[in-house]
């Protein structure tokens, strides 16, 4: 069992190794990936759930970011319930993410006007 003090300050190392990653994610990707996997390696072992928006943010598997052109591609996809596919250019790996009605994600599908 982790502390509620520790799991503030993993929480907060957190935040500031995906900001430093997003930073650097152009000039120096090794770094930022290296960055983000710690991040994703801190949040797990404090079992702090990391933030929407930064985990959003790069690959689970390689870490790159998905801050540089050419290193995702982003689909939307009908079949079964609409979802949203992420694909690492970099290793392949897929993320899906579920499209909810009025959701208030950051990858909202377009709703149509009636
Ligand atoms: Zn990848």
Request: hydrophobic share 40%.
């Given at each position: 069992?982790?502390?509620?003090?520790?799991?503030?300050?993993?929480?907060?190392?957190?935040c500031r190794?995906m900001?430093f990653?997003r930073?650097?994610?152009?000039?120096?990707p090794e770094?930022a990936?290296?960055?983000?996997l710690l991040?994703?390696?801190i949040?797990?072992?404090?079992?702090?759930r990391m933030?929407?928006?930064?985990?959003?943010?790069?690959?689970?598997?390689?870490?790159t970011?998905?801050w540089t052109?050419?290193?995702?591609t982003?689909?939307?996809?009908?079949r079964r319930?609409t979802h949203?596919?992420?694909k690492?250019?970099k290793c392949?790996y897929?993320?899906?993410?579920p499209?909810?009605?009025r959701?208030?994600?950051?990858?909202?599908a377009p709703?149509?006007?009636?």
């Amino acid at each position: 069992m982790v502390s509620r003090e520790l799991k503030k300050i993993a929480l907060d190392r957190v935040c500031r190794l995906m900001d430093f990653a997003r930073k650097h994610a152009i000039e120096k990707p090794e770094i930022a990936r290296e960055a983000a996997l710690l991040a994703m390696r801190i949040a797990q072992k404090a079992r702090v759930r990391m933030p929407r928006k930064y985990k959003r943010m790069f690959c689970k598997k390689c870490g790159t970011l998905f801050w540089t052109p050419y290193s995702f591609t982003v689909r939307i996809r009908d079949r079964r319930s609409t979802h949203i596919v992420i694909k690492c250019l970099k290793c392949g790996y897929i993320k899906r993410i579920p499209v909810k009605k009025r959701s208030r994600s950051i990858y909202r599908a377009p709703t149509q006007k009636t």
